[in-house]
């Protein structure tokens, strides 16, 4: 393509510039597989996080966008110069932050070829593949977690989305949907029960719905931080008694904090004596659940009307793809589905629609990534690594017990405990603190914070595809260095 370019005295001059095509894209994708091969190789060299301050990147991009068109090898060039050096790489293998992310490379690959076809997966008619395919896979990972028959499964793009999901539903269930039809105004306050170890989308949700965060209700916690199940009998028979409508009840199965746990069996036969629909987010742990002798941990889960799993956490479908299991679906249909005449497929009946499942119309094909990832590693090789993560998780704590001033707060719940830095003549917080940066900013591994019982405490949590035992033994010489180091100091 020829383009006017700005010449010396006003006069144009004219430069060419190609236009990638399709059928360029044979070529690029060999550049991106060398790219992503030399970057996979090199990824446990590279520190985790890098070490930038704000703004160093945006000053790299020009303020403006190009006016006329720039060659890919220039764009190309440009990405490999700015990016991978300011990214935190979730795939390393030193990952031990947040919860990992994996992209296994079959999902890459099935990504790859979703992206390629481009499809929106919103009614079967706009990609009946997509459709039933989803379907399908939907029962694979029902069987796999040993979840029971009624559970049907929905992709949705985040736990944020299944959760809001549940809470719309939540409401709506409960007002008959008349919520829906005539708005919240004029209507009993609804409340939905919760602990304080489940994650803030619930209180997004909540916030979302129109409920009001006032209306959570964060049930008290027995010592093992699980809901205790008589306070939420005592707080259901309080709200009704000063004119609320309990509506729902959010357990928590794997807690981001510190990975806390409800006794679902007792909390979810309350929420059925009590007729209140219930959601479990299970988004980190749901994955362990591949695992038969872990599910001991979501024991009464069969009682869930809803329940969230994030493959796109530890099983390895590259981010997003979270899974929402329901019991029966048609309640949240009713609440979320929205049709128009554009939207109606005019010559078949009986089909599967995901969008009216989900708050977004427009949906990626997700479920490709689940159909290799499944195939490729089987049931066995995704337990596996799950195990793996286990054990090394509690022969991590065994080693970090060994050194002095480290003390472990709360012990591994599957492959995530935390820790601080105590014992000593020091303010406890303000050296765990500053043993946290110093290892963040040094980048040989990964590690985030939270409060636990008003303990500033890190979190430590192994799950990344890669990551071996000597990835972690590596971990207890990087903190025991730091821990010396900043107690010499204080
Ligand atoms: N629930 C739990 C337990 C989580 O750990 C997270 C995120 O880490 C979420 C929900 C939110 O997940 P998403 O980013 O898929 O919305």
């Not at 590279?46 to 703004?55: A, C, I, K």
């Not at 001033?405 to 405990?417: G, K, M, Q, R």
Request: charged share 20%; aromatic share 10%; proline share 5%.
């Amino acid at each position: 393509m020829w383009v006017q370019n700005g010449g010396c005295c006003g006069n144009p001059i004219k430069i060419c510039v190609t236009i990638m095509k399709y059928s360029d894209l044979r070529d690029w994708y060999d550049k991106v597989a060398n790219w992503a091969d030399r970057y996979f190789r090199g990824l446990k060299d590279r520190p985790v996080r890098p070490n930038l301050d704000p703004g160093e990147i945006l000053q790299q991009i020009p303020t403006s966008p190009p006016q006329h068109p720039e060659s890919m090898e220039a764009i190309f060039a440009d990405f490999e110069r700015i990016i991978p050096d300011g990214m935190t790489h979730w795939q390393h293998p030193r990952f031990f932050a947040y919860f990992n992310s994996n992209s296994a490379p079959v999902s890459m690959i099935a990504d790859q070829l979703a992206n390629t076809m481009g499809a929106i997966c919103m009614l079967w008619q706009t990609s009946p593949a997509g459709t039933e395919l989803e379907i399908a896979m939907m029962d694979w990972m029902r069987q796999a977690l040993g979840l029971p028959q009624p559970f049907q499964g929905v992709i949705q793009d985040s736990a944020t989305s299944s959760t809001l999901s549940a809470v719309l539903t939540m409401r709506e269930t409960a007002l008959n949907w008349e919520g829906n039809r005539i708005g919240l105004f004029g209507q009993l306050p609804l409340r939905i029960y919760t602990s304080n170890q489940t994650h803030s989308s619930v209180d997004k949700a909540i916030r979302l719905a129109g409920l009001g965060q006032a209306n959570l209700v964060k049930v008290p916690t027995s010592d093992n931080l699980a809901m205790d199940p008589q306070a939420l009998v005592e707080c259901v028979n309080q709200d009704r008694k000063h004119g609320y409508l309990p509506c729902g009840v959010i357990g928590c199965i794997g807690g981001t904090s510190v990975g806390a746990s409800d006794n679902l069996a007792e909390i979810l036969k309350i929420a059925k004596t009590e007729k209140m629909y219930s959601h479990v987010d299970a988004a980190w742990a749901g994955s362990a659940m591949i695992c038969p002798e872990y599910r001991s941990i979501w024991a009464g889960i069969d009682l869930a009307d809803s329940v969230v799993i994030n493959p796109h956490k530890w099983l390895g479908a590259g981010f997003d793809c979270s899974i929402q299991f329901l019991r029966q679906p048609e309640k949240q249909i009713r609440t979320l589905s929205m049709k128009s005449a554009y939207l109606e497929t005019l010559e078949q009946t009986g089909i599967t629609d995901y969008s009216d499942w989900c708050i977004p119309l427009g949906r990626r094909f997700r479920s490709l990534k689940i159909w290799f990832l499944l195939r490729a590693y089987g049931i066995s090789g995704l337990q596996t690594m799950i195990r793996n993560h286990v054990q090394w998780t509690h022969d991590l704590v065994n080693l970090l017990k060994e050194i002095p001033f480290v003390e472990i707060v709360t012990e591994p719940n599957l492959s995530l405990f935390t820790f601080r830095v105590s014992g000593g003549d020091f303010d406890s917080i303000e050296v765990t603190r500053s043993v946290l940066e110093s290892i963040n900013r040094e980048g040989k591994i990964y590690l985030t914070q939270t409060t636990h019982q008003n303990q500033f405490v890190i979190r430590f949590t192994i799950g990344q595809f890669e990551t071996t035992w000597e990835q972690v033994k590596m971990a207890v010489d990087v903190i025991r260095c730091h821990v010396e180091k900043i107690v010499s100091q204080s």
